[in-house]
């Protein structure tokens, strides 16, 4: 089994920065992708960003030049590091991982953008 655990939420204001982490542990075998997805409220999850095992990344277009995904394959950890917060950014933001070709998702943490 598989485990993916989130960190590095919480409230910050317009303009700023946060840096999420998710690190996967267990029976890792292969990571085919990571990545970062988001839900606000009453509205669908949605892609965030990816990355695949080669390193190839891929981001929504609202966050493309403001979000940047990267991992340490060492530690089996993926990171979202997020500049220019804006108050839409808010959301639940979930880490989904293909590994082992299954699918695994974090609890999901929250960020906030707000003054």
């Known amino acids: 089994q598989v485990q993916l655990v989130e960190s590095g939420g919480g409230l910050v204001q317009p303009g700023g920065s946060l840096r999420l982490s998710c690190a996967a542990s267990?029976?890792?075998?292969?990571?085919?992708?990571m990545g970062w997805y988001r839900q606000a409220p009453v509205k669908q999850r949605e892609l965030v960003a990816t990355?695949?095992?080669?390193?190839?990344?891929n981001y929504v277009d609202s966050v493309n030049g403001r979000f940047t995904i990267s991992r340490d394959s060492a530690k089996n950890t993926v990171y979202l590091q997020m500049t220019s917060l804006r108050p839409e950014d808010t959301a639940v933001y979930y880490c989904?991982?293909?590994?082992?070709?299954?699918?695994?998702w974090g609890q999901g943490t929250q960020v906030t953008v707000s003054s």
């Open positions: 989904n991982g293909i590994i082992n070709f299954q699918t695994y």
């Open positions: 990355i695949t095992g080669g390193g190839n990344t």
């Open positions: 267990g029976s890792i075998f292969r990571i085919n992708a």
